[in-house]
T-cell receptor
Framework: GENVEQHPSTLSVQEGDSAVIKCTYS??????FPWYKQELGKGPQLIID?????GEKKDQRIAVTLNKTAKHFSLHITETQPEDSAVYFC?????????FGAGTRLTVKP | NAGVTQTPKFQVLKTGQSMTLQCAQD?????MYWYRQDPGMGLRLIYY???????DKGEVPNGYNVSRLNKREFSLRLESAAPSQTSVYFC??????????????FGPGTRLTVL
């Protein structure tokens, strides 16, 4: 089955800096790659996603890139703010089978 | 719209007790899912229902059963709880199902402790 690895497990940045989280996947049949943000005590919330026929997608301060050949995808957050502090999960999916990375705890220091 | 709702929010069980976790969605989605989340790990799929009337095993189905009661509701049952089932359980739903890989929307979770 699919295996998703996510790095780093923790990331601390100064407010205003950029943050990058990277994931790799193993199953070349995966065709959908969402990123979720999870705040303490809450369920994961979708922040951005990308499909396998697209290389890059941007939404305001958040962008995701996908390299299908290398089987890796990344989340980029620019101009970070304290409210960006949370745990971020990447996932790789095909049909109903979604596999998650272990998560990255992002801390943005004011 | 409430989205995906789960009950209860918290539960403490003794080893061997049974319980059912409830999930409902009001988005008219076809597919529904149950995940568990353990410390330091991502979410792992327990069972899913691609459409009303069907259920399938996910990555970690042992010790669980599910029922797709109708299009809105999908329940997860622990017949004889074990300490290894202490976890946070999330329900999710997605729209189209079938061959299309759709966005999944998550509920707030149920925190379960088995003593």
């Amino acid at each position: 089955g699919e295996n998703v690895e996510q790095h780093p497990s923790t990331l601390s940045v100064q407010e205003g800096d950029s943050a990058v989280i990277k994931c790799t996947y193993s199953d070349s049949a995966s065709n959908y790659f969402p990123w979720y943000k999870q705040e303490l005590g809450k369920g994961p919330q979708l922040i951005i996603d990308i499909r396998s026929n697209v290389g890059e997608k941007k939404d305001q301060r958040i962008a995701v890139t996908l390299n299908k050949t290398a089987k890796h995808f990344s989340l980029h957050i620019t101009e970070t703010q304290p409210e960006d502090s949370a745990v971020y999960f990447c996932a790789a999916s095909r049909r109903n089978d979604m596999r998650f990375g272990a998560g990255t705890r992002l801390t943005v220091k004011p | 719209n409430a989205g995906v709702t789960q009950t209860p929010k918290f539960q403490v069980l003794k080893t061997g007790q049974s319980m059912t976790l409830q999930c409902a969605q009001d988005m008219n989605h076809n597919s529904m899912y149950w995940y568990r989340q353990d410390p330091g790990m991502g979410l792992r799929l327990i069972y899913y229902s691609a459409s009303e009337g069907t259920t399938d095993k996910g990555e970690v189905p042992n010790g669980y059963n599910v029922s797709r009661l109708n299009k809105r509701e999908f329940s997860l049952r622990l017949e004889s709880a074990a300490p290894s089932q202490t976890s946070v359980y999330f329900c999710a739903s997605s729209g189209r199902g079938g061959d299309y890989t759709d966005t999944q929307y998550f509920g707030p979770g149920t925190r379960l402790t088995v003593l």
